[in-house]
């Protein structure tokens, strides 16, 4: 996994709640078996509006991604992220994002970053009045600056080393094998199995 | 210390505890039932291969074809070919890793989250994971089950562990007696509308209370279903008789000895009295009516004696801008009577109200009525085994008397990843559990209810309750 530290870049304004990833990637989209070639079905109902925001060449290589709250709902598709970083999305900021779309992301070094309400409101507003404004998402320091302002995030110590060091979450959990090895042992014999 | 149901099972299962420091919050969570389906695996097989990682416990994986399967014509090859080859590539996948795979056709095959119970794999006090967010129903029996997403899956299938954050814990009680027609569909879309797409955000839940009680196996499993669409982790009911009833027998199940060993770990699954929630609601189930779903997000719902509700009455300037795109994308008008508005399709089935006992309630809705002129009725089975069940009851006969459609098990039109999809402009009735934008079909419009009233709007062409025919 590529590793994440600071990323700064331009952003897009999507003023929308409850973004569900039926929308992020319709069902269509999903028959892939690849994990790559996402970023063309990126919101693809949406972007047959001439006037969504994705089709706004204004806009047009932003890498930071403001959103309404309830970001990621719905669907466990991981295609979601994948195809929000093969657009060339790097991270997300919302006010709330669904669980499996947030563990999802750290999976992909993306970044989903939960920041209040009115903070994304006037980002999103310095960034409609000048689309060239750039945001910096700082994972070092757990913070997001732009347009003048800076605010502060939380992010759980273990999911932040991870990423800082763009570390294999399976690698890591192998290390645990004789724990592992030793909690099958104490299994109960009633459980069952499924062949 | 006192602690609730799902606090009980995740300690039985963490492998090692969450230290701080670098490794955070999270506790190695080991994992009981790994279900796997065809849409969310073949990129978690394809890391499997690339790092030279074996599947480490087949023994604890079953996988079933669902999402893409046709539901008619299913002895012909898939049509799609791009359908065909995620269907193909689960079966090599199975075959080279060596979990156990339920093909289509087979007497076994289902939606997962069916399967899974009939099987009577799904058991008290264990963890459940499915690359699938409705995992959440198998919380039914009072196991710790969510959805994960293809990294995870991955994950599992490399080491049978998850790291994890322990959840939040939340209880929804639902007291008293559901009226006659009101059912569990309509209990956890009148929670939902309660606490909104992300009240249970972080959280499990924990369902409590004497009506959610009294509801049946399959029930619970409706209620349990729809967790994920209140933003939760999972959603869990303490086991009880009716669990061991529903288990007792079962292919999986445990037998003789081990049963009663069983029996006397279940017996402790039950939040302590004293147990802490952070959060908690109250429903009344003597207010509750028939829900039916008007928005494009599963809270956006009214009981059916309401109407389209203003989009001005929402005080949240985001609910309002919600409600505003939702009238529009819905092709509906604020203040409308729900039992005025035109249906022409009705879809019963998916792993919400895709079992048995949906079925035969939607037959007797359907017995001896025939559904309105030009109204499209889709009936689909939720696993092979309800299928066969259904036809021994004679309901596939009902069904095809009344002008349904009778179909093989699947997913079907809950996501029309198959061909059963909505036309662009259609309005469905559709006891599955998402009506955002698409879900059914580019440009259909889903409104999400009980089976009950999904049968009886099938025949009255307008949203309808049983009663009313
Ligand atoms: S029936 Fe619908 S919700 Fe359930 S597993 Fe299939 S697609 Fe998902």
Same mark, same amino acid.
């Given at each position: 996994?590529?590793?994440?530290?600071?990323?700064?870049?331009?952003?897009?304004?999507?003023?929308?709640?409850?973004?569900? $990833?039926?929308?992020?990637?319709?069902?269509?989209?999903?028959?892939?078996?690849?994990?790559?070639?996402?970023?063309?079905?990126?919101?693809?109902?949406?972007?047959? *509006?001439?006037?969504? &925001?994705?089709?706004?060449?204004?806009?047009?290589?932003?890498?930071?991604?403001?959103?309404?709250?309830?970001?990621?709902?719905?669907?466990?598709?991981?295609?979601?992220?994948?195809?929000? $970083?093969?657009?060339?999305?790097?991270?997300?900021?919302?006010?709330?994002?669904?669980?499996?779309?947030?563990?999802?992301?750290?999976?992909?070094?993306?970044?989903?970053? +939960?920041?209040?309400?009115?903070?994304?409101?006037?980002?999103?507003?310095?960034? %409609?009045?000048?689309?060239?404004? +750039?945001?910096?998402?700082?994972?070092?320091?757990?913070?997001?600056?732009?347009?003048?302002?800076?605010?502060?995030?939380?992010?759980?110590?273990? =999911?932040?080393?991870?990423?800082?060091?763009?570390?294999?979450?399976?690698?890591?959990?192998?290390?645990?094998?004789?724990?592992?090895?030793?909690?099958?042992?104490?299994?109960?014999?009633?459980?069952?199995?499924?062949? | 210390?006192?602690?609730? /149901?799902? *606090?009980?099972?995740?300690?039985?299962?963490?492998?090692?505890?969450?230290?701080?420091?670098?490794?955070?919050?999270?506790?190695?969570?080991?994992?009981?039932?790994?279900?796997?389906? +065809?849409? $969310?695996?073949?990129?978690?097989?394809?890391?499997?291969?690339?790092?030279?990682?074996?599947?480490?416990?087949?023994?604890?994986?079953?996988?079933?074809? *669902?999402?893409?399967?046709?539901?008619?014509?299913?002895?012909?090859?898939?049509?799609?070919?791009?359908?065909?080859?995620? &269907?193909?590539?689960?079966?090599?996948?199975?075959?080279?890793?060596? @979990?156990?795979?339920?093909?289509?056709?087979?007497?076994?095959?289902?939606? &997962?989250? &069916?399967?899974?119970?009939?099987?009577?794999?799904?058991?008290?006090?264990?963890?459940? @994971?499915?690359?699938?967010?409705?995992?959440?129903?198998?919380?039914?029996?009072?196991?710790?089950?969510?959805?994960?997403?293809?990294?995870?899956?991955?994950? =599992?299938?490399?080491?049978?562990?998850?790291?994890?954050?322990?959840?939040?814990?939340?209880?929804?009680?639902?007291?008293?007696?559901?009226?006659?027609?009101?059912?569990?569909?309509? @209990?956890?879309?009148?929670?939902?509308?309660?606490?909104?797409?992300?009240?249970?955000?972080?959280?499990?839940? %924990?369902?409590?209370?004497? !009506?959610?009680?009294?509801?049946?196996?399959?029930?619970?499993?409706? @209620?349990?279903?729809?967790?994920?669409?209140?933003?939760?982790?999972?959603?869990?009911?303490?086991?009880? %008789?009716?669990?061991?009833?529903? /288990?007792?027998?079962?292919?999986?199940?445990?037998?003789?000895?081990?049963?009663?060993?069983?029996?006397?770990?279940?017996?402790? /699954?039950?939040?302590?009295?004293?147990?802490?929630?952070?959060?908690?609601?109250?429903?009344?189930?003597?207010?509750?009516?028939?829900?039916?779903?008007?928005? $494009?997000?599963?809270?956006?719902?009214?009981?059916?004696?309401?109407?389209?509700?203003?989009?001005?009455?929402?005080?949240?300037?985001?609910?309002?801008?919600?409600?505003?795109?939702?009238?529009?994308?819905?092709?509906?008008?604020?203040?409308?009577?729900?039992?005025?508005?035109?249906?022409?399709?009705?879809?019963?089935?998916?792993?919400?109200?895709?079992?048995?006992?949906?079925?035969?309630? !939607?037959?007797?809705?359907?017995?001896?009525?025939?559904?309105?002129?030009?109204?499209?009725?889709?009936? =689909?089975?939720?696993?092979?085994?309800?299928?066969?069940?259904?036809?021994?009851?004679?309901?596939?006969?009902?069904?095809?008397?009344?002008?349904?459609?009778?179909?093989?098990?699947?997913?079907?039109?809950?996501?029309?990843?198959?061909?059963?999809?909505?036309?662009?402009?259609?309005?469905?009735?559709?006891?599955?559990?998402?009506?955002?934008?698409?879900?059914?079909? !580019?440009?259909?419009?889903?409104?999400?209810?009980?089976?009950?009233?999904?049968?009886?709007?099938? =025949?009255?062409?307008?949203?309808?309750?049983?009663?009313?025919?």
């Amino acid at each position: 996994m590529q590793p994440f530290t600071v990323h700064t870049g331009t952003a897009i304004p999507l003023r929308r709640s409850d973004v569900d $990833t039926d929308q992020i990637i319709p069902a269509v989209w999903l028959k892939r078996v690849e994990r790559t070639g996402f970023g063309a079905g990126l919101f693809s109902a949406w972007r047959k *509006d001439p006037a969504f &925001v994705l089709n706004d060449e204004r806009y047009t290589g932003a890498t930071v991604l403001l959103a309404g709250e309830n970001f990621g709902t719905g669907s466990s598709r991981e295609h979601a992220v994948w195809a929000l $970083t093969d657009y060339g999305f790097h991270a997300v900021l919302s006010p709330r994002f669904a669980d499996i779309f947030r563990g999802n992301s750290y999976k992909n070094g993306f970044l989903p970053v +939960e920041l209040p309400e009115d903070f994304i409101s006037q980002l999103m507003a310095a960034v %409609e009045a000048d689309p060239a404004t +750039e945001i910096t998402v700082d994972l070092q320091n757990c913070e997001v600056r732009g347009a003048g302002l800076s605010h502060p995030f939380q992010i759980d110590a273990g =999911v932040r080393h991870r990423l800082l060091n763009g570390l294999d979450d399976i690698a890591l959990t192998l290390q645990s094998e004789p724990d592992i090895s030793a909690f099958e042992a104490r299994r109960p014999t009633w459980l069952p199995v499924t062949v | 210390m006192a602690r609730t /149901l799902a *606090d009980k099972v995740w300690d039985l299962h963490a492998v090692t505890a969450g230290s701080g420091g670098d490794a955070g919050g999270t506790d190695l969570l080991y994992i009981d039932l790994h279900l796997v389906h +065809e849409v $969310t695996s073949p990129q978690a097989f394809d890391g499997l291969r690339l790092a030279g990682r074996p599947v480490r416990r087949p023994d604890l994986t079953l996988a079933t074809e *669902d999402h893409n399967v046709p539901t008619s014509d299913t002895l012909l090859p898939i049509a799609d070919p791009v359908s065909r080859i995620q &269907v193909e590539t689960l079966r090599k996948n199975c075959a080279e890793f060596g @979990v156990r795979l339920y093909p289509m056709n087979d007497p076994g095959q289902g939606i &997962v989250h &069916v399967v899974g119970p009939q099987l009577g794999l799904t058991q008290p006090g264990m963890t459940v @994971v499915c690359g699938d967010s409705h995992t959440s129903t198998h919380g039914a029996f009072g196991a710790i089950a969510f959805g994960i997403g293809t990294s995870e899956v991955e994950h =599992v299938l490399a080491t049978q562990t998850l790291p994890n954050a322990r959840p939040k814990m939340m209880a929804v009680n639902v007291e008293g007696d559901l009226p006659a027609g009101v059912t569990a569909k309509d @209990v956890v879309l009148a929670v939902i509308a309660e606490i909104g797409t992300g009240g249970g955000q972080g959280h499990i839940i %924990e369902y409590r209370g004497s !009506a959610i009680r009294a509801l049946s196996m399959e029930g619970r499993m409706t @209620v349990c279903n729809m967790s994920i669409e209140a933003g939760a982790r999972a959603g869990m009911i303490a086991p009880d %008789e009716t669990t061991y009833a529903y /288990l007792k027998g079962r292919p999986h199940a445990p037998k003789g000895a081990l049963w009663d060993e069983a029996l006397l770990a279940w017996s402790d /699954l039950r939040s302590d009295d004293d147990a802490v929630f952070e959060r908690s609601v109250t429903l009344d189930a003597a207010t509750l009516r028939p829900f039916v779903t008007w928005g $494009t997000n599963p809270a956006q719902g009214v009981t059916i004696d309401g109407r389209i509700p203003e989009p001005a009455s929402f005080a949240d300037a985001g609910q309002r801008g919600a409600a505003e795109r939702a009238l529009t994308y819905m092709g509906l008008t604020a203040g409308t009577p729900i039992r005025e508005i035109p249906v022409d399709t009705v879809f019963v089935g998916s792993c919400t109200n895709g079992r048995i006992e949906d079925l035969r309630v !939607a037959a007797d809705v359907l017995r001896g009525r025939h559904v309105k002129a030009g109204m499209r009725v889709l009936i =689909v089975p939720g696993s092979m085994l309800v299928k066969a069940q259904a036809e021994k009851e004679g309901l596939d006969e009902v069904f095809r008397a009344s002008g349904a459609d009778w179909r093989s098990a699947g997913c079907s039109m809950c996501l029309g990843m198959n061909p059963d999809t909505l036309a662009a402009g259609e309005r469905c009735a559709s006891t599955s559990n998402r009506n955002f934008e698409g879900r059914q079909g !580019a440009g259909g419009r889903t409104h999400l209810v009980s089976p009950a009233v999904a049968a009886a709007t099938a =025949v009255a062409g307008h949203f309808a309750t049983p009663e009313e025919l």
